[in-house]
């Protein structure tokens, strides 16, 4: 029994530090965003949103609208899907209980709107070459508010929210900002550099995830330990991403396609539980938060060896200073995993 429990744990690190890319859907016409909603997955085209089943496993692209000009980002409110069109210098709003879904304006005279978002009862866009994110009331748009600016290669694309907090992708400058849209602060903080080419963004469990378009690789930030580490590397320059509970829906727009990266084992991903291994990466010892309770934590190299197993109750500390530095797989309590850096 432990020698079939091994080798599932062989397995699974296999899957797990080198993930598995599948194709979910090929031969699009220059896709862009994504955006989830439960099981259908929405994609801009060139002229068109499309939307697929993600729980089909062979998808046909279904158009939703057709006639956009270049759409980029949408957001969701409701049944109201916010489409940003980048050649049309507008914005529209299509009602997705309609028998025939139709592309209304709904902010029009921008210049290049690219991503969008929704928080709190307004609408967010960025329009990267006006280097602003603005942001209109969903029921009385008015005259745009600019709640980030700068004058400092700022081209901002991508957006995601975490409460007030909004994160921004600079394309051009390499890194990712943030404000927070109720301080009346426009200027932009610093919060990651060393990207390349970042476009869509999400955020999720104390994380924040990033396509990086000229690096070919999905990244991720973690709040908890200030680090950004590797998702996925060796794409086709995605531009997007969308997240479910057990994938990662990558658009790779230099093969025109999307893409996903399963959960195909029945382990748990201890990055998608309130549990969190801090700091990552360490030098010195690992602390578990979250835990109530004695835990069984096994570390394994990414070749699949054993090299600590030890049980640890709530706030102590596993120790990890005899180990060579690099990449390992720690295992708790054999159903939970995440992967842990040793400086």
């Given at each position: 029994?432990?020698?079939?429990?091994?080798?599932?744990?062989?397995?699974?690190?296999?899957?797990?530090?080198?993930?598995?890319?599948?194709?979910?859907?090929?031969?699009?016409?220059?896709?862009?965003?994504?955006?989830?909603?439960?099981?259908?997955?929405?994609?801009?085209?060139?002229?068109?949103?499309?939307?697929?089943?993600?729980?089909?496993?062979?998808?046909?692209p279904?158009?939703?609208?057709?006639?956009?000009?270049?759409?980029?980002?949408?957001?969701?409110?409701?049944?109201?899907?916010?489409?940003?069109?980048?050649n049309?210098?507008?914005?529209?709003?299509?009602?997705?209980?309609?028998?025939t879904?139709?592309?209304?304006?709904?902010?029009?005279?921008?210049?290049?709107?690219?991503?969008?978002?929704?928080?709190?009862?307004?609408?967010?866009?960025?329009?990267?070459?006006?280097?602003?994110v603005a942001?209109?009331?969903?029921?009385?748009?008015?005259?745009?508010?600019?709640?980030?600016?700068?004058?400092?290669?700022?081209?901002?694309?991508?957006?995601?929210?975490d409460?007030?907090?909004?994160?921004?992708?600079?394309?051009?400058?390499?890194?990712?900002?943030?404000?927070?849209?109720?301080?009346?602060?426009?200027?932009?903080?610093?919060?990651?550099?060393?990207?390349?080419?970042?476009?869509?963004?999400?955020?999720?469990?104390?994380?924040?995830?990033?396509?990086?378009r000229?690096?070919?690789?999905?990244?991720?930030?973690?709040?908890?330990?200030?680090?950004?580490?590797?998702?996925?590397?060796?794409?086709?320059?995605?531009?997007?991403?969308?997240?479910?509970?057990?994938?990662?829906?990558?658009?790779e727009?230099?093969?025109?396609?999307?893409?996903?990266?399963?959960?195909?084992?029945?382990?748990?991903?201890?990055?998608?539980?309130?549990?969190?291994?801090?700091?990552?990466?360490?030098?010195?010892?690992?602390?578990?938060?979250?835990?109530?309770?004695?835990?069984?934590v096994?570390?394994?190299?990414?070749?699949?060896?054993?090299?600590?197993?030890?049980?640890?109750?709530?706030?102590?500390?596993?120790?990890?200073?005899?180990?060579?530095?690099?990449?390992?797989?720690?295992?708790?309590?054999?159903?939970?995993?995440?992967?842990?850096?040793?400086?």
């Amino acid at each position: 029994m432990k020698s079939n429990y091994i080798f599932f744990i062989l397995c699974f690190i296999n899957t797990f530090i080198f993930a598995q890319v599948t194709d979910v859907v090929t031969g699009l016409d220059s896709p862009s965003r994504l955006l989830l909603n439960g099981n259908d997955l929405y994609v801009t085209t060139s002229n068109a949103i499309s939307k697929i089943d993600i729980t089909d496993p062979s998808p046909t692209p279904e158009v939703v609208v057709s006639g956009l000009n270049a759409p980029t980002g949408m957001a969701l409110d409701g049944n109201n899907l916010y489409v940003a069109q980048f050649n049309g210098g507008k914005i529209s709003v299509v009602d997705l209980t309609a028998s025939t879904p139709v592309a209304t304006d709904f902010l029009t005279g921008l210049n290049t709107p690219n991503g969008v978002a929704v928080n709190d009862g307004f609408l967010y866009y960025s329009d990267n070459n006006s280097n602003i994110v603005a942001r209109v009331a969903t029921t009385a748009p008015g005259t745009p508010e600019v709640v980030a600016s700068s004058a400092v290669n700022f081209n901002p694309v991508g957006l995601a929210f975490d409460g007030d907090l909004l994160y921004i992708s600079n394309a051009t400058s390499n890194r990712i900002s943030f404000v927070d849209v109720s301080s009346g602060v426009t200027e932009p903080t610093l919060l990651v550099t060393g990207t390349s080419r970042p476009l869509g963004i999400r955020y999720a469990n104390n994380r924040l995830f990033i396509s990086e378009r000229n690096n070919n690789k999905i990244s991720v930030y973690d709040f908890s330990s200030g680090t950004k580490s590797d998702v996925q590397t060796g794409l086709d320059a995605p531009n997007d991403i969308a997240i479910s509970t057990d994938a990662i829906f990558i658009l790779e727009s230099g093969s025109d396609k999307i893409s996903k990266i399963d959960n195909t084992f029945g382990v748990t991903d201890l990055s998608k539980l309130a549990w969190r291994v801090y700091p990552n990466p360490t030098s010195d010892y690992v602390e578990f938060s979250g835990i109530s309770e004695t835990i069984s934590v096994a570390v394994y190299t990414i070749q699949g060896s054993l090299v600590l197993e030890q049980r640890i109750a709530p706030l102590d500390k596993l120790m990890l200073s005899d180990l060579a530095s690099g990449m390992y797989v720690v295992v708790v309590n054999e159903t939970h995993l995440t992967r842990l850096i040793k400086n």
